[in-house]
């Protein structure tokens, strides 16, 4: 049992309140190309989140050469380890939705690992695009 | 056997797993250490020796102590460890005394040597443009990522970081991981119209078949497709490119269910695909 952040996008009013929030918890300024969720626009006042989907056979885990990516026990999230991670930008090229990226600001690699299970992304969203519900994490066994 | 041992640093106590290097637990533990070569993605080398600690075992008198580096002493039960006692703070400031001498210019080693008093070096300055300090972490992390690219070569007073014979490295996959855990900053590399150069070599920069940017190597794109069985298709486009696409492909899925379409996608307005 963990915590599931549920994107409902239907809902989404592309306030981009959870790039804000994922900035200021992760990199400590608001700043929303420093955020690990973005909010893609599809039509006024309707955005379209696209997080890090911390896939079952993820191309990021795969591929990092150092094993800075790894998947969390508690939370089943994928997270990056920074103080391992050497740069090599393999991750954010070979992620096929394309939620790695890089900090313009000082050259990090941007991964969301689920705020250890609380997701801050969903603690500001106000019209409920981005929930987290407890429960086991769907699809973990799906072919 | 219990796992976890009582050490003792800078007389306090913790209780740490055996075994665990003293170099981490200081860190854990936010006890400041200096260190140049350590990197969390290799294993300890003890190659800068800057992170010296004094200490001494259970079993020996009280007045009998070492010195040995932070990063390779593992934790047993019964250790007394000193960070910053004048023993250690001696040897540190000798270190960086031949560290200054090596690389003068080098921004990071002065500034840590000023910290421990050292502001000059007494040895006579060694002459040469890099600040390498031979630590080994940019061929240690080029092992670990698996190119091999680049090795220490020859001995003593000659003893450089090279690629082989000093030519451009042919298994370098120009992922400048070596660049970035460089402690001194002085692996030279520029990227320019797409082309990166590194270690005296020239790598093609894979171009997003989209908008054109850049961020990985096609030896690198090579690499992961070959060794981790990782579909090129993952790497035809950039992250902003196939973020699009992706959104592209959810509000297609989502939305003609439901509503039977919706708006426009994406900041360049590609509508979702009606597959």
Redesign the interface.
């Known amino acids: 049992m963990s915590n599931v952040l549920i994107v409902a996008?239907?809902r989404c009013i592309d306030c981009k309140k959870c790039e804000l929030a994922c900035s200021l918890h992760h990199a400590g300024s608001l700043d929303p190309d420093r955020g690990r969720i973005?909010v893609?626009?599809?039509?006024?006042e309707?955005g379209?989140p696209?997080v890090c989907l911390h896939c079952d056979e993820a191309?990021c885990l795969?591929?990092c050469?150092?094993?800075?990516i790894s998947r969390c026990d508690e939370t089943d999230a994928v997270v990056l380890?920074e103080?391992?991670?050497?740069?090599?930008?393999?991750c954010?090229?070979?992620?096929?939705?394309?939620?790695?990226?890089?900090d313009r600001v000082d050259g990090r690699v941007l991964k969301c690992d689920l705020c250890e299970g609380a997701p801050m992304c969903a603690v500001f969203c106000p019209s409920g695009a981005l929930v987290t519900r407890s429960g086991p994490r769907p699809l973990r066994s799906a072919p | 056997m219990s796992t976890l041992v009582k050490i003792k640093i800078d007389e306090k106590e913790y209780e740490v797993p055996r075994g665990r290097y003293l170099l981490a637990i200081c860190q854990e533990n936010g006890i400041p250490i200096p260190t140049l070569c350590h990197h969390e993605s290799v294993e300890p080398w003890g190659g800068c020796r800057l992170c010296v600690v004094e200490f001494r075992k259970k079993r020996w008198d009280s007045w009998w102590t070492e010195l040995a580096t932070a990063c390779l002493y593992p934790a047993e039960d019964g250790l007394c460890v000193w960070t910053r006692s004048e023993k250690v703070m001696k040897a540190r400031r000798t270190i960086l005394d031949l560290l200054l001498a090596r690389c003068p210019g080098s921004e990071v080693i002065t500034k840590i040597a000023a910290e421990h008093g050292v502001y000059q070096t007494s040895f006579a300055k060694r002459e040469g443009e890099d600040n390498c300090i031979l630590c080994g972490l940019c061929t240690r992390v080029c092992d670990r990522v698996g190119a091999r690219a680049i090795a220490t070569a020859l001995r003593g007073a000659l003893k450089e970081v090279s690629t082989p014979f000093g030519e451009p490295p042919p298994d370098c996959l120009g992922c400048l991981s070596c660049a970035h855990v460089c402690p001194t900053h002085t692996i030279g590399h520029t990227e320019a119209d797409g082309k990166r150069t590194v270690w005296g070599r020239t790598f093609e920069l894979v171009r997003c078949s989209g908008c054109g940017a850049a961020s990985v190597t096609r030896e690198q794109v090579e690499y992961a497709v070959r060794t981790k069985n990782l579909s090129p298709e993952y790497f035809v486009k950039c992250d902003a490119c196939k973020r699009r696409e992706s959104a592209a492909t959810f509000a297609g899925l989502l939305f003609d269910e439901r509503k039977g379409g919706e708006g426009p996608v994406g900041p360049t307005g590609s509508g979702p695909s009606h597959e």
Request: hydrophobic share 40%; glycine share 8%; charged share 25%.
């Open positions: 996008p239907d973005k893609l626009n599809r039509g006024v309707k379209m696209v191309a795969i591929v050469p150092v094993g800075a380890d103080t391992r991670c050497v740069r090599c930008k393999a954010l090229a070979a992620c096929p939705f394309g939620n790695i990226t890089e």
